[in-house]
């Protein structure tokens, strides 16, 4: 099992940038396609971004060209760098892997919180 740890949240104003870190352990970490998700208060949980294990990424619709994911396998961390940020972007955000189907299967960690705002 994939244990993940989220860092790097916190308060930023509007066109700031953060950057997210996702901490990992287990042995298939470098083979498992991971997910960042954000959940904003009264809004169910959605998927921000994902990465294979070849580095492939993919990005929800709000925050193309804004956010990038990357991942270090050896390092076993998954990154966010997010710019650009927008109040709307103020959330939850969790890593986990991806789909959301699996994530669920394997429950999810405490998140770390970015709020945007002047």
């Known amino acids: 099992q994939v244990q993940l740890v989220e860092s790097g949240g916190g308060l930023v104003q509007p066109g700031g940038s953060l950057r997210l870190s996702c901490a990992a352990s287990?042995?298939?970490?470098?083979?498992?396609?991971m997910g960042w998700y954000r959940q904003a208060p009264g809004k169910q949980r959605e998927l921000v971004a994902s990465i294979t294990s070849t580095s492939r990424a993919m990005y929800a619709d709000p925050v193309k060209g804004r956010f990038t994911i990357s991942r270090d396998n050896a390092k076993n961390v998954v990154y966010l760098q997010m710019n650009s940020l927008k109040p709307e972007d103020t959330a939850v955000y969790y890593c986990?892997?991806?789909?959301?189907?699996?994530?669920?299967?394997?429950?999810w960690g405490k998140g770390t919180l970015v709020t945007v705002s002047s």
């Open positions: 287990g042995s298939i970490f470098s083979t498992s396609v």
């Open positions: 986990n892997v991806f789909p959301v189907v699996l994530a669920n299967m394997r429950g």
